[in-house]
Structures are given as structure tokens and as C-alpha cells.
């Protein structure tokens, strides 16, 4: 796409700078094996990205649990948040990408997440990353999750950044399409959970990894 000028990096953070996708989905099956039920493959690579609300509505809907959709998110938060306290870890890279961003670059940095303020809060310390963000939107603060725009419409707002002039760093291809409608270059970074969804090739470009991601940045702007 050739050089472009950039202002700021917009993260996910879910699957993206911490490997939560899979301690998410053993709080899921840990959540409906009390109902006899458990997730899909499919259904599981429909939620990726998506706001832990949302996922409920779905999960309620397709496996016609006898809970509201906000019992279901409850329930499930109640096990996920106790997995996060001891056992997030961050993805390969994510430090030292953070850490360059911050010291070698004047690029602003936000964190556009499907994850609820609750869950953010508490995540962010426990990986120690709970300085690195000019600004944080996350589900809670939105009326509409990925794959709609708005979150990343946010994020570019709070910095005061044109979206143009911003880069999205996603996972998964419901991020990748928000970012996308918002107007920023995206940059899809697929762990082994979201690589095979289709979709990802709608970023300007997919990357091996968040080692990758400096390279990409050093080599376009």
C-alpha cells in the first residue's frame, strides 16, 4: 500500500498481546458442562472478537441454555476472571513491541478491546502493561462491538488522531473488519486459534507474529 504516515497503534488485546483466547474457551466449557453443553469449533471461531456480551447472546441462542444472556455472561466471567488472576500470559513479542513503540517511536498508543472494563482492569496488571496505553476503549464503552467500526472510531477519537493515520494491530477477522470500516490500516497478527478464519486477508497485511509487526512498521512508514 505503499508509505503512509502514522500517528498512533491501536491493539487488541485479546489473542492479540495475551493468550486469554485459551483460558476464555476453558471457561466457557468449565461454564456450560454444568448444563450439559459445550461449545463447537464453529461456534467458538464465531466469537473471536467479539464482546464477551455479544457471545453470550450467542451461546444462549444456539444451545438454548434455560439463562438469560446476561446469567450466561455472568456466570462465565465468574470463572475466566479467577483463570486471569494466575495464568495470562502474554504473547511472543508483545513486550518488546510495546517497549519500542514507547521508547524508540513517537507513535501514540490505544487499546480498542471486545473485553469488558472489569476484565481489562484487572488483565492489564497482571501482564504489567497497565501504563502502556494513551487511551482504552472497551466493550462497555461502545453501543455497537467489532465487526462494526465503532470502537476503533473511539479510539482514533480519544487520541484525537485521524483514523487514517493509525494502525490496527488484530487477531481476528471481526477486528480486522472493524478497523478496516473505520479507516485505518490493519495489520492482521493470527495466533493458531484464529489463523485458519476466514477473513484475515482482509488487512492490509498478515504478519507472523508481534516481532513482525515492528519490521512492517519500520518498512511502510
Request: aromatic share 6%.
Amino acid at each position: 500500500m505503499g508509505k503512509r504516515k502514522l500517528d498512533a497503534v491501536v491493539f487488541d488485546f485479546d489473542g492479540l498481546l495475551a493468550d486469554s483466547e485459551p483460558l476464555q474457551i476453558r471457561a466457557w466449557q468449565e461454564f456450560l458442562a454444568g448444563y450439559d453443553s459445550r461449545l463447537s469449533d464453529s461456534l467458538i471461531n464465531e466469537m473471536f472478537g467479539l464482546r464477551v456480551r455479544d457471545s453470550a447472546k450467542v451461546v444462549q441462542e444456539r444451545l438454548g441454555l434455560p439463562l438469560s444472556p446476561e446469567e450466561v455472561m455472568h456466570g462465565r466471567d465468574e470463572i475466566f476472571l479467577k483463570l486471569v488472576a494466575t495464568e495470562l500470559p502474554l504473547m511472543t513479542g508483545a513486550r518488546e513491541l510495546v517497549g519500542w513503540l514507547q521508547a524508540e517511536t513517537s507513535l501514540r498508543l490505544a487499546l480498542a478491546t471486545s473485553g469488558h472494563r472489569r476484565y481489562i482492569s484487572a488483565a492489564l496488571s497482571v501482564v504489567n502493561l497497565q501504563d502502556a496505553f494513551e487511551f482504552i476503549v472497551t466493550g462497555d464503552d461502545v453501543e455497537n462491538g467489532k465487526p462494526h467500526p465503532e470502537i476503533y472510531l473511539a479510539a482514533a477519537n480519544g487520541l484525537s488522531v485521524d483514523p487514517s493515520r493509525c494502525l490496527a494491530l488484530e487477531d481476528a477477522p471481526h477486528g480486522v473488519r472493524s478497523a478496516k470500516s473505520a479507516g485505518m490500516a490493519c495489520l492482521a497478527v493470527p495466533n493458531e486459534m484464529t489463523e485458519s478464519i476466514p477473513g484475515l486477508d482482509e488487512a492490509d497485511a498478515i504478519v507472523e507474529d508481534l516481532h513482525a509487526v515492528r519490521a512492517w512498521i519500520e518498512a511502510n512508514t
